[in-house]
């Protein structure tokens, strides 16, 4: 029989083995943000200044809706790209599956400047997207695809996609194929037993996937920065821009904390949505 004595060993061991952990927590995540919220409320002046013109100037605003409408949008074109990827990975015989997968995770390993670099190179008017589209006879002058959204976009979905197709092809694995071979049998089409069985069964693995995709795509800098142009700016670029050039700390820090209250409202959304359906 445990007793109550044991238990509480048991509770304070657990908690030495945690208590690096909780330290290097601590030392390199609580400290900067409190002394990020510090800065933003304390520089120039005390009050909320910051977070006053941040939030009320059509400037800023617009910089933040730039930043939710790429976010969305590359969440959105991730899922509808990553999730019949996903679906072949769970189903393909083992050695394609293999090679498949292997591909995947070499474009994760590789260099991100690599990535965006060789991306510029690709959709710059004299590349080799604009002049295939040229020969197939689409097009007869090259087209703008950097220095704008849609060059952000596409370098951004390229890089986040492994990102969800991961996600998915773990939750997509565990789906028995039986289940839709008796949507089949019940006489659902295929594109019903993808709405009402495959999708809903998939939800889970969609969301995490959209979730990460999304908070990593709001906070990104490297690839809006390279592709994008200073119309087009981000919120990662503002604050960079507010920290390194103008040494304003305290906007550059309001705008930091704003997008950390975002992305911990969306994952407790998320938590709120998805975790009781996955413990009943």
Known sequence: MVTIATTQRRRRSGL?????????????????????????????????????????????????????????????????????????????????????????????????LTRTYAWMVMLQQTGIINRMLQSIGLIDTPIQLTNNLIGVTIGMVYIMLPFMILPLYGVIRKI????????????????QALVRVLLPLAAPGIASGGLMVFVMSLGYYVTPSLLGGTANMMLAEFIVQQVQSLLNWGMGGAAAFVLLVVTLALYALQLRLFEPRETR
């Open 176 to 191: 028995d194929p039986a289940i839709l071979q008796a949507a089949a049998l019940c006489g659902a089409s295929r594109m």
């Open 16 to 112: 030495g083995m945690a208590m690096p952990a909780i330290l290097l927590l601590l030392a390199f995540f609580v400290v900067p943000v409190v002394m990020l919220l510090t800065r933003s409320v304390t520089d120039p002046e005390p009050g909320l200044h910051n977070y006053a013109a941040l939030l009320g100037s059509p400037t800023y605003g617009r910089i933040f809706f730039n930043t939710f409408f790429v976010s969305g949008l590359v969440t959105l074109i991730t899922a509808l790209i990553a999730f019949p990827i996903a679906w072949a990975l769970a189903i393909m015989p083992r050695l394609p599956a293999g090679i498949l997968f292997a591909v995947i995770l070499l474009s994760m390993w590789t260099n991100l």
